[in-house]
């Protein structure tokens, strides 16, 4: 009985995940149609992608293409912390825990993913490269925790 209340509870917490992990972003949403997982992903791979190339004269575009990305991420983060809230009552302690647990580790990814963010917006001409790649190794590793996550639950 208890196994499958655990059962339960994990298949339901998974769930959860699942389309918090996989739902269709606001920032990106140009539309009323769904935009798929995979549109997400290759989006925030193409604003990488363009980070990567942007020279220190093109800080500005630069800088808007971090905001969006790091804004898709919050509205990401955000909706997976409410659909674990609205299912907080029905998950058994372990559930409860692996799942506050995943949400302070993508804030904290995020949180240094804005640290980077910043330095883009305010580095010296000299230090824009080391800037601009601290960025994006910080906001794939932001991106990967979020593909981790997926696969797991």
């Known amino acids: ?6 059962r339960k509870t994990s298949l339901m917490f998974i769930t959860v995940i699942f389309f918090a992990i996989g739902s269709v972003s606001f920032a990106t949403q ?3 149609h769904e935009t798929s997982t995979k549109d997400v992903k290759e989006n925030v ?3 990488a992608q363009a980070i990567k190339n942007y020279s220190v004269n093109q800080r ?3 800088v808007k ?8 991420l919050d509205v990401r983060i955000d909706s997976m912390e409410s659909q674990i809230n609205k299912k907080w009552h029905q998950m058994d302690q372990s559930s ?3 799942s506050r647990d995943t949400l302070t580790a993508l804030r904290k990814k995020r949180n240094e ?6 330095g883009l917006k305010h580095s ?8 601009k790649k601290g960025f994006l190794k910080s906001y794939r590793e932001l991106r990967d925790s979020f593909d981790k996550a997926h696969s797991e639950f």
């Open 113 to 118: 993913a804005a640290e980077w963010y910043g």
């Open 45 to 47: 791979v193409d604003a």
């Open 65 to 72: 293409k971090a905001k969006v990305a790091l804004d898709d």
């Open 96 to 98: 409860r825990k692996k």
């Open 30 to 32: 140009t539309s009323t």
């Open 60 to 62: 500005d575009e630069a």
């Open 124 to 131: 010296s001409n000299n230090a824009w490269e080391d800037v």
């Open 1 to 6: 009985m208890k196994t499958q209340k655990l």
